[in-house]
């Protein structure tokens, strides 16, 4: 009698949480499916045109389509903008200077 009381306040526990989880994974395909998610860029034709004047282009776009992937935007013009794009900008190497061309 006594091993009955906590098996089944942990039943009943258990149960709200898988309920939980559900209705939470239920919110994320409604969002997904109604297109609240944003739509992703073309990483490559944007990078190509912001590293366009760099003295090295292959270098620019493997960092700028690294850092495209991660935050879906890319600023625009060959320099500078960062404010459009805080994501891009945000991004750092280890050595604390700015990731992304």
């Known amino acids: 009698m006594a091993t009955s009381k906590p098996l089944i306040a942990s039943l009943f526990l258990s149960l709200l949480l898988l309920l939980h989880l559900v209705e ?13 998610s944003s739509p992703k860029i073309d990483c490559g034709g944007a990078c190509t045109a912001r590293c366009r004047l760099s003295s090295r282009p292959r ?6 389509g690294t850092c495209c992937a991660r935050c879906n935007c890319v600023p625009p013009g060959t320099a500078g903008n960062y404010e459009v794009c805080p ?11 700015r990731k992304c061309p």
Not at 25 to 35: R, S
Not at 87 to 97: D, K, P
């Open 24 to 36: 939470a994974d239920m919110m994320v395909n409604t969002d997904a499916a109604l297109g609240y």
């Open 59 to 64: 270098l620019c776009k493997r960092a700028c």
């Open 87 to 97: 994501c891009y900008a945000s991004l750092t190497t280890h050595g604390g200077r």
